[in-house]
């Protein structure tokens, strides 16, 4: 499994990269795209035909979808690389609905995007194939349907575990559990006093979810631009002993 991050700056894009995207690829094919936020589709035009992918959402906040609307331009429109074919789209119950507004062309209407994606809707617990992966769902806890997302690769065994926006609450550890990589967001830094618990947590709370789910490797998503980042990594550090990273555009991890 390689993991490419498009993006992942906290709630927004920032001159040092693109809001949340990752990009996974196995050893057949095709990829799979999990989140979409704005900036997203020219990073990923930088390393492959963004036709060929499945795509994944935690949830549906705008900095975590934003570019899906031009994703489907490319998909039925462009004059060489349109779609070939359908491919998987997993989310909550009501993305079809919400996305589809979007890039409606009337107000009030609703685009159907059934002619370039098969939509599958998540479940808290059940496993989905998707491309090389088994994927779970774990409920977490933010203002909207949201979920982080557990990614198994069957022919490796290898684990990527993805926090998506949550507060801070059980499935955030057993989603996580001896994963190989837990990408983890920590949009309150290293001080979250003050701040509201059912929306996101800090670089500590990351941490400490990475020490009691027994995580070989932390890496601190999904921090804003006006974050102290050093001292977000600090604060994970207070809590967890093992490797911790700091992820940025473009960085690339071989699990």
């Not at 920032?14 to 690829?25: D, E, I, V």
């Not at 095709?30 to 060929?52: E, H, K, N, R, W």
């Not at 001080?191 to 020490?211: N, V």
Request: proline content about 7%.
């Amino acid at each position: 499994m390689k993991l490419t991050i498009l993006g992942c700056t906290g709630s927004l894009g920032a001159p040092k990269g693109p809001a949340s995207g990752y990009l996974l690829r196995g050893k057949r094919g095709p990829s799979v795209i999990m989140d979409f936020g704005p900036g997203t589709l020219a990073a990923l035009q930088q390393i492959q035909d963004p036709a060929d992918a499945h795509i994944m959402f935690s949830h549906l906040h705008a900095d975590h979808c934003l570019d899906f609307p031009s994703l489907m331009v490319w998909r039925r429109y462009h004059p060489a690389s349109a779609a070939p074919a359908r491919n998987l789209c997993c989310g909550p119950l009501d993305l079809p609905s919400r996305l589809g507004r979007i890039s409606a062309d009337i107000e009030g209407d609703v685009d159907d995007m059934s002619d370039s994606f098969a939509f599958v809707p998540w479940r808290h617990g059940e496993s989905e194939m998707v491309a090389d992966f088994r994927v779970t769902p774990y409920s977490v806890v933010h203002p909207i349907e949201a979920y982080g997302l557990r990614v198994e690769e069957p022919s490796t065994g290898r684990v990527l575990a993805y926090s998506g926006d949550t507060g801070w609450c059980d499935n955030l550890v057993e989603l996580a559990r001896d994963a190989d990589v837990f990408l983890c967001e920590a949009t309150w830094g290293d001080d979250p006093e003050g701040k509201p618990g059912d929306m996101h947590i800090s670089g500590q709370e990351a941490g400490r979810a990475a020490r009691l789910a027994g995580v070989r490797t932390l890496v601190l998503v999904h921090i804003p631009p006006w974050v102290d980042e050093a001292a977000t990594v600090d604060a994970a550090r207070s809590e967890f002993d093992g490797e911790i990273i700091l992820g940025y555009a473009g960085m690339e991890l071989d699990l």
